[in-house]
C-alpha cells in the first residue's frame, strides 16, 4: 500500500530501524560505561571512546536505512573500506601515539610533577595527554614528547630527594 507515492512498509521498517539503532546505541554506552567503572582510564578516554562506538552504531544503522530504501550498499562499503585503509596509513604516527598515550596513561608509570628521564629528554612532567607528554627542562624549555617514545624506549622517573618531598 502507498500513501503519497511512498510505500508504508517502508516507513514502518525505517522508524523501526531508528528505534532499533537509538536502543542498541544506548545498550552499548551502558555496557562500555559499566566497564569502564573497572579500568584506570582516563574520564575523558572513556568518554571519547564511548562517543565513537555510539556514533558507530548510527552509521550502522544509517546503512540499514539506506538498504531499506534498495540502494546497493556494497559499493559504498568498499569505497569506505578502501578510504579507511588510506586513511589509517595517512594518519599511523598519530593512530600510534594515541594508542601509546592509551597505554602510557593505563600504566601509570609516571604522573603530573614526577621527574623523568626518556632518550636525551630530561625534565618535570607538565602533561599527560593522549597523543603528547609535556615536560619542563631545568632550563625552562617546554617538551612535547610522543607517547610513542615511552612505548619503544625506557623511562627513568627520577627519586624524589628529602628536599622535594618536604616542598610538595
Known sequence: ????????IQVVQVIIALVATYVIAKIASRTLAKIFEKTPFPETIEKWITRISKYTVYVIGLFAIIGIFGFDLTSIIVGLGAFSIAISFAMSTVIQNFVSGLLVQADKAFSIGDD???????GKVQKISVRTT???TKEGDVVFIPNSVFISNPVV????????????
Open 116 to 122: 623523568i628521564k626518556v632518550q636525551n629528554f630530561e
Open 1 to 8: 500500500m502507498q500513501i503519497a507515492g511512498i510505500e508504508v
Open 157 to 168: 622517573r627520577k627519586k624524589k630527594t628529602d628536599d622535594q618531598s618536604v616542598l610538595q
Open 134 to 136: 609535556v615536560i619542563e
